[in-house]
């Protein structure tokens, strides 16, 4: 498997669920993201990883814990999510901050 | 603040037709410019970066820092062109999107 993967590709969790989602970068890239595509909304950025630390996280609820335990993968881990948080949610990763983002294909989330 | 605008939904062309889709960002620290393309079932991909100054599928983007804008152009759209574009400056560590313009190219 070569650039960016995520999965699971769907998901429909209730909103006492706890679940996460996965994404794994084969491109030996440094920094990796988390992104939020609402329907009639911009691509909104959630966290930012640089060397597996945290360098930004864009107001977001805590109810979405991230995780970066390596350079190569990241997790989005899902706890009583509401269901405004339905949407795609997109990785991406990229060698520094100077450079162009490859993103992941997304997981398809619907919170019941 | 870190804005981005894209002013059109949805841009209609012929094949053929020169295509211009608008992007305008907020200052806030000279950004690096980008455009990023989704096609029909596929993954956002990046398209062109202004450093690069590259034309990429016939397509190029100027940089007016005193109108701070980017906007991207070709001079005779291709039904394969049919697709969404985002521009997406980067401030610092975040990337920011606009909303995006949909691209229709029609025979």
């Known amino acids: 498997e070569t650039g960016v993967t995520q999965t699971p590709r769907h998901l429909v969790m209730g909103m006492t669920n706890k679940k996460s989602l996965k994404c794994e970068q084969h491109l030996g890239h440094n920094a990796m993201y988390w992104y939020k595509q609402s329907a009639k909304k911009p691509l909104e950025l959630m966290f930012v990883?640089?060397?597996?630390?945290?360098?930004e996280n864009n107001s977001v609820p805590s109810r979405f814990s991230p995780e970066c335990p390596n350079s190569s993968h990241l997790f989005l881990h899902l706890h009583t999510l509401q269901p405004e948080d339905s949407a795609l949610y997109l990785c991406a990763s990229s060698q520094d901050f100077g450079t162009g983002c490859a993103f992941g294909p997304g997981t398809r989330l619907l919170v019941l | 603040a870190q804005r981005v605008t894209q002013p059109e939904k949805l841009l209609s062309v012929f094949k053929g037709a020169p295509v211009e889709l608008k992007c305008n960002y907020s200052y806030s620290g000279s950004p690096e410019l980008f455009w990023y393309v989704q096609y029909s079932r596929q993954r956002l991909q990046l398209l062109l970066r202004?450093?690069s100054r590259e034309s990429i599928k016939g397509f190029t983007a100027d940089l007016n820092k005193g109108e701070t804008s980017f906007h991207l152009k070709k001079p005779f759209a291709q039904e394969e062109d049919s697709a969404m574009y985002y521009c997406?400056?980067?401030?610092?560590?975040?990337?920011?999107f606009g909303a995006g313009t949909i691209l229709r190219v029609k025979s």
């Open positions: 202004h450093i």
């Open positions: 990883y640089s060397l597996e630390e945290r360098v």
């Open positions: 997406a400056p980067r401030y610092g560590n975040k990337l920011v």
